[in-house]
């Protein structure tokens, strides 16, 4: 089978065995560490269209095929710190939409005033990134005018100056990004990738700031109509891989993106868990990985929690199985019950617990 490959690490090993496991060559560095992997599944083909073979840590680095090679190169390095933030650790995206009418907290933060405060409570919860969205982008949500957007988004901006907490930017227009990161915001977050306004790569590049590079299939009006695709996981992957090839070719540096799947859009409950099982993949981008699955549908699907205010288990154990892959930034509403799991989880398979 000849065609692209792909390497799916598998067997994520933490604390001593794996810098143990790492030193005698049996396992590899994930992501630059503290995780280790013990192999990894080949893939080759083209979606829809595979041969899969489970590979060990050193039969992965004996390997001289040159896509390997540099598949491995991007799984292991080091990943440098985002807007200061060290990835040594699973890092906290706190939500704050200041919308009326968003899924999962529709129009309680919708005034500039309780969405300043509600920043502040999840940095203090210890959220180590706020994210702020003035649109909607929930199935079937239609869009936003800029000034609307704008409108939404800079009083809130300007009421959180000085918050030490670097802020991220959750929109898709370019307009949005250029005002937003003048009025403090230290990362942009894109559910479109640089894709759906014409003027985004440029105004992305400009800014100078990391940036999240989202996976959506078609637009939120329409994207939970029969989404489709002959390997959801591989399909994801090779966009993600494009969109940061397009934004190195735009002038951005590959150091300053961030991939993200997408859980719930344009995807089934079964696309969803493809993605959530084979996260680890997405490390073969070279980039750091974020995940967004937080009081999602498909929480709600598996549990049979309806409202999506109390899908917060469900989301926790999303955000701890994301973590156990080494994901190295987590997007959630529940910022306090996320970090308590994830610092007891982590102190659980390190086998010892360094405050922050
Ligand atoms: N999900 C939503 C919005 N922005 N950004 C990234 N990078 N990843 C995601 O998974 C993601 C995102 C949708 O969730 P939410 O903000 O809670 O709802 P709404 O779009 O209705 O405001």
């Known amino acids: 089978m000849s065609g692209k490959i792909y390497l799916r690490p598998v067997g994520v090993i933490w604390g001593d065995v794996a810098a143990a496991a790492i030193a005698e060559g049996a396992a590899l560095p994930l992501a630059g560490g503290p995780a280790a992997f013990l192999g990894a599944q080949l893939i080759e083909g083209v979606p829809g269209r595979t041969a899969r073979r489970q590979l060990s840590a050193r039969d992965i680095a004996a390997s001289a ?182 934004c190195e070719a735009a002038g951005i540096p590959r150091r300053l993106l961030i991939a993200d799947p997408g859980i719930g859009f344009g995807k089934t409950l079964e696309h969803n868990l493809a993605l959530m099982a084979g996260i680890a993949l997405f490390h073969g981008l070279g980039v750091p990985v974020l995940l967004g699955a937080s009081r999602k549908r498909f929480i709600g699907a598996i549990s049979g ?30 910022v306090a019950a996320t970090r308590e799991a994830l610092d007891v989880w982590r102190a659980s398979v390190q086998g010892r617990w360094q405050p922050r």
């Open 305 to 334: 929690v309806t409202d999506p205010k109390r899908r917060s288990h469900g989301s926790v154990a999303a955000a701890l199985a994301a973590a156990a892959e080494a994901v190295q930034v987590l997007r959630v509403h529940d």
């Open 65 to 246: 095929e040159p896509q390997i090679r540099a598949t491995l190169d991007r799984l292991t390095a080091p990943r440098p710190p985002i807007a200061g933030l060290a990835l040594n650790r699973p890092l906290l995206m706190g939500i704050v939409n200041v919308t009326p009418d968003s899924f999962s907290d529709g129009g309680d933060f919708a005034e500039a005033g309780s969405a300043e405060a509600q920043a502040r409570r999840l940095a203090a919860e210890g959220a180590d990134i706020i994210d702020i969205g003035g649109e909607s982008t929930r199935p079937g949500a239609a869009p936003v005018d800029a000034a609307e957007e704008l409108a939404r988004i800079l009083p809130v901006l300007a009421g959180l100056r000085g918050l030490p907490t670097p802020i991220s930017i959750d929109t898709r227009k370019a307009a949005l990004m250029t005002a937003a990161v003048a009025g403090g915001a230290a990362i942009i977050n894109d559910v479109s990738a640089l894709t759906y306004d014409p003027g985004a790569l440029a105004a992305a590049a400009r800014s100078g700031v990391p940036i999240v590079l989202m996976h959506a299939l078609g637009d939120p009006r329409t994207m939970q109509d029969q989404p489709a695709y002959a390997d959801v996981l591989l399909e994801v992957y090779d966009y993600l891989a494009a969109r940061i090839e397009a």
